[in-house]
Structure formats: C-alpha cells, structure tokens
C-alpha cells in the first residue's frame, strides 16, 4: 500500500527551527518527487517547496524561500523539511504528497499533480 | 504566477450534476488539476492534466477546460461527494492553488 507519514511537527517560537520528516512506504521515494503543501485551520492550500525524483532540484515558495530547505535522505525513504527562522504565518498543518511534474510550467507540455498525500504534521509558532 | 479563482460555495441536490469552475488568465496553457478534501482529511487527487481520471476515482468525477476555465463536473452527486474542491495549476516552478469550493449536497 502507498503510504507518507509526516512528523516532526510542534509547537516553536518565532525564530526557531523545526525539521519535519515524509517517511514513504510502498514505493521507491526516489523514482518520485515530493512535494510540501500547508494550510491553515479553515483556510486553504498552499503549497511550499518540492523536490525532484533524483533530489538534484527544488523549488519553494517565495513565502519560505530562503528559511525552509527540503532534501531526501541517502537511503531514499525519507524527505525532510528544514524549516527555520520560523514566524507566527508559518503556523498551519504541513503535508508532504508523491509528486509528477515535467518542465517548468511555462509550456503547454507541462504538469504537475499530487497524487498520495499523507494525513499532515501539526505546526505551531508562538510565543 | 497568477491567481486561480473559484466560487466560494457550490449547492446540488443528490444525483444531479454540478460543477465547479476554476478560472485563470493563461490556464488555456496549462494542465488543471483537481483535489477533493472532506472535513478533517486530507486532500485527494480526483483529476490531473485537465481530464484525466487516477485509478479508484469514480467514473461520476470529470474534468474539461476551454479557454481561461477549468471545470470539474460531478455527475449523479452522491452525499459522499460534500467536501472543499480545490483547482491547481504549475507556472514558472510555482504550484497555484484556486482558493477552493465547498460544495454543499442539500
């Protein structure tokens, strides 16, 4: 069975860190790329970085560009999520999802779906 | 990246057929796709590139685009099938969400 399973989610103050995990089960993680995508309670989705099957590329958003760093693992089961100098707007439930993507989204022949997410790592940044 | 915009809310009764809309200024050039999320779950993919079907999602679940409008199209809508719909699209290394549609079965 396809499986991610998020962790490493908690409660930090403005301007710690946090590393949350993608753990993936009933696949090769690195025959996929992985995506990251939060949302607040209530609110909609947002998505946050990926990374490419061989892990040689990513993309973030403009929100975290430069605070989160997303990498996989040697073994290539897990992903990581680096997150620092988080802020209150960081707050929101995090989840990583199995990834098809082609291109850069400026042709016609481009995609980009999710199509295994996991059940999300609550994230929390207050003081 | 631009803004992808759907209707706040979307009413059927059972077994008709509704839709949501997704609109976008150069969505005519690029793949929609489409995420189901029931309350306290998380998103599943219902329709990628704009048509096509994953394994599993019932045949009822359709996807079309002309111009700058993605729509999803639910056919005999089942109680089961109340839930938020969100669009999403991939532009210049950026993944757009549409800001979502709840869609109510009365």
């Known amino acids: 069975d396809v499986q991610l399973v998020e962790s490493g989610g908690g409660f930090v103050q403005p301007g710690g860190s946090l590393r949350l995990s993608c753990a993936a089960s009933?696949?090769?993680?690195?025959?996929?790329?992985v995506s990251w995508v939060r949302q607040v309670p209530g609110k909609g989705l947002e998505w946050v970085s990926v990374?490419?099957?061989?892990?040689?590329?990513?993309?973030?958003a403009d929100s975290v560009k430069g605070r989160f760093t997303l990498s996989k693992d040697s073994a290539e089961t897990t992903a990581y999520l680096e997150m620092n100098s988080l802020r209150a707007e960081d707050t929101a439930v995090y989840y990583c999802?199995?990834?098809?993507?082609f291109g850069s989204g400026t042709s016609v022949a481009d995609y980009y779906y999710m199509d295994v997410w996991g059940k999300g790592t609550t994230v929390t940044v207050s003081s | 990246s631009y803004d992808l915009t759907q209707p706040p809310s979307v009413s059927v009764s059972p077994g008709q057929t509704t839709s949501v809309t997704c609109f976008g200024n150069?969505?005519?050039?690029?793949?929609v796709s489409w995420y189901q999320q029931s309350p306290g779950q998380s998103p599943v993919l219902v329709i990628h590139?704009?048509?096509k079907r994953p394994s599993g999602i019932p045949e009822r679940f359709s996807g079309s685009k002309s111009g700058h409008t993605a729509t999803l199209t639910i056919s005999g809508t089942q109680a089961m099938d109340e839930a938020e719909y969100y669009c999403?699209?991939?532009?210049?290394?950026?993944?757009?969400f549409g800001g979502g549609t709840k869609l109510t079965v009365l």
């Open positions: 999802a199995k990834t098809y993507y």
């Open positions: 009933g696949f090769i993680l690195s025959s996929y790329a």
């Open positions: 990374i490419s099957a061989n892990g040689g590329s990513t993309y973030y």
């Open positions: 150069e969505l005519e050039y690029k793949y």
């Open positions: 590139q704009d048509y």
């Open positions: 999403q699209a991939w532009d210049r290394f950026t993944v757009m």
